[in-house]
């Protein structure tokens, strides 16, 4: 069901809150400068709508990776990963490609060598991760490669 527009008086009202799924903040009428209160707006936005799935270095692992509980659609069949976390160790001074991926129903996280290539089955790309001397040295997202490809 779409959200009703609101009202001036309901903007007045809201003014100095923040809206509580994205966090963002109802500015004041006329507000200056306008442009920091946009690009805060802005990577408001984005955070929130692309929070979910994120990989990340895992605490105290040097190779370690946590990707944050999401939700996707893979070839039309509805995925729920809760936070995950794994060890990358077998792809040292190598970089890892990450994905989810649909294993009857259940979401399911791949990895594999670049050398290797992504899977040829329906997947989500997540990141390609870089790992250099024992130690994660780079995290490349991968997520909307997939989510606005053409």
């Known amino acids: 069901m779409p959200s009703p527009d ?15 799924t994205t966090g963002i903040e109802f500015p004041p009428s006329g507000l200056q400068p306008y442009h920091d ?15 979910g799935l994120r990989v990340q270095r895992a605490e ?10 999401g939700r996707a659609s893979i ?3 509805a995925l ?7 060890s990358l160790a077998g792809f040292n001074n190598d970089t890892t490609l990450v994905w989810l991926a649909d294993a009857s129903g259940e979401a399911e996280v791949g990895t594999t060598s670049v050398a ?10 997540l990141a390609e991760v870089s790992i250099e001397a024992g130690e994660i040295t780079s995290i490349l997202d991968r997520r909307f490669e997939t989510v606005f490809r053409v």
């Not at 809201?14 to 809206?19: P, S, W």
């Not at 105290?60 to 509980?69: L, M, Q, T």
């Not at 290797?116 to 790309?125: C, F």
């Open 6 to 20: 609101l009202s001036t008086d309901a903007i007045n009202a809201l003014v100095g809150t923040r809206h509580p």
């Open 60 to 69: 105290g692992d040097p190779v370690g990776i946590c990707i944050a509980s």
């Open 116 to 125: 290797n290539g992504w899977p040829s089955s329906d997947h989500l790309k």
């Open 80 to 86: 729920s990963l809760e936070e995950y976390s794994t």
């Open 75 to 77: 070839a039309g069949v």
């Open 37 to 51: 209160w946009l690009i805060r707006t802005l990577h408001r936005l984005a955070e929130s709508s692309a929070g």
